[in-house]
């Protein structure tokens, strides 16, 4: 099992450019990932100038309830800007979806740190925001979105005992990721949609939060599961993922009630060919045995030579069992979430 390091530092990258590698006990303060002695696979130290293109960012909040999901991604690949918003409305069935581009990412601007700062997408009719804030010791993470379909106010407060999985591992020869992940959490605002407005507090809302950096694989492929809700009187989220963050440490985990359980490696099984048959994901350790039902999915392909991507994360609900080590099992049933399958070239 993978342990925490005694404590988070406060910069990811040390004087002599190398980044502090493991399971961090809390959120890092600043990734400071451009000052990464950063080289090539043959180990030629790479400009500053040139890193830029090789370095990847992007920051997710989705919002999860029985009558609304929300996902919402801003990613800056160095060569082109990317953000989404999806809203399904499991009352209807309907599916909300917009998708916005910036070459050189010249309409975004990321924060650096997970704990502070603000993250901000903005071109004409569309404006989106992602803050980080302390109050009263508490961090709150929000949500913006201001364009012509929606409009959504959001925050999630990761008030004590909760501890967010902050790590980071190594990347092929070259590189690193930072993850920072949040799950389990509720989440509070409004939601504005067409002529109806929503209260997510009312809903039962809760949230997923990721905010990753790093020279990751320039071709890279994943997947992930995601929840977050209310089962049996007990908070609880997970974070599951199986292609990036596994050398040396894994990000997977659950959270119940706030409490940061760690999870061991992770086996999705699903159909490639129809991404909408029932997904199995299962843990090594037996902590972990879902089923999950799509109901829809937000997809994207782009091919434009430096760049790729085949992107689908799809959403729906789980069934199944989370069997903590040491705790009563906690039964999941209708418990809506995400999972996802990508392929990136960046």
């Given at each position: 099992?993978?342990?925490?390091?005694?404590?988070?530092?406060?910069?990811?990258?040390?004087?002599?450019?190398?980044?502090?590698?493991?399971?961090?006990?809390?959120?890092?303060?600043?990734i400071n990932g451009l000052e990464s002695d950063y080289r090539s696979a043959l180990g030629k130290p790479v400009p500053r100038w040139q890193r830029r293109f090789f370095y990847k960012q992007f920051q997710y909040f989705g919002v999860i309830s029985n009558d609304i999901l929300i996902g919402c991604a801003l990613?800056?690949?160095?060569?082109?800007?990317?953000?989404?918003?999806?809203?399904?409305?499991?009352?209807?069935?309907?599916?909300?979806?917009?998708?916005?581009?910036?070459?050189?990412?010249?309409?975004m601007r990321l924060s650096d740190s997970p704990i502070q700062g603000e993250s901000r997408f903005q071109q004409p009719g569309v404006d989106i925001r992602l803050g980080y804030r302390t109050d009263n010791d508490v961090l709150i993470k929000?949500?913006?979105?201001?364009?012509?379909?929606?409009?959504?106010?959001?925050?999630?407060?990761?008030?004590?005992?909760?501890?967010?999985?902050?790590?980071?591992?190594?990347?092929?020869?070259?590189?690193?990721?930072?993850?920072?992940?949040?799950?389990?959490?509720?989440?509070?605002?409004?939601?504005?949609?067409?002529?109806?407005?929503?209260?997510l507090g009312a809903l039962g809302a809760c949230g997923h939060h990721d905010f990753s950096a790093g020279f990751m694989r320039r071709e890279t492929f994943w997947n992930w599961a995601c929840f977050s809700g209310r089962q049996q009187g007990n908070l609880?989220?997970?974070?599951l993922s199986c292609g990036v963050n596994e050398t040396s440490y894994t990000e997977n985990c659950l959270w119940l009630n706030g409490e940061l359980i760690k999870v061991d490696t992770v086996r999705f099984d699903y159909?490639?060919?129809?991404?909408?048959?029932?997904?199995?994901?299962?843990?090594?350790?037996?902590?972990?045995?879902?089923?999950?039902?799509?109901?829809?999915?937000?997809?994207?392909?782009?091919n434009v030579g430096l760049f790729a991507s085949n992107f689908n994360q799809l959403f729906g609900h789980f069934d199944g069992v989370l069997r903590p080590a040491g705790r009563d099992p906690v039964e999941i049933r209708q418990l809506n979430g995400f999972v996802e399958e990508q392929y990136a070239k960046w």
């Open positions: 099992m993978n342990q925490p390091a005694q404590r988070s530092p406060e910069l990811l990258i040390d004087s002599r450019g190398q980044p502090h590698w493991g399971i961090f006990p809390g959120s890092v303060t600043r990613a800056d690949t160095g060569w082109l800007g990317l953000a989404f918003v999806y809203l399904f409305d499991t009352r209807s069935g309907k599916l909300h979806e917009y998708t916005w581009r910036s070459p050189l990412a010249r309409a929000t949500l913006q979105i201001d364009c012509s379909a929606l409009s959504v106010q959001a925050e999630m407060a990761e008030t004590a005992p909760f501890t967010p999985m902050s790590l980071c591992t190594r990347a092929g020869i070259n590189g690193w990721v930072y993850a920072n992940k949040v799950a389990g959490m509720p989440v509070i605002g409004q939601l504005q949609l067409a002529d109806e407005s929503i209260d609880v989220g997970i974070n159909n490639r060919d129809d991404l909408m048959q029932p997904w199995q994901v299962t843990s090594l350790d037996g902590q972990v045995e879902l089923s999950f039902i799509p109901r829809g999915n937000h997809r994207e392909k782009l």
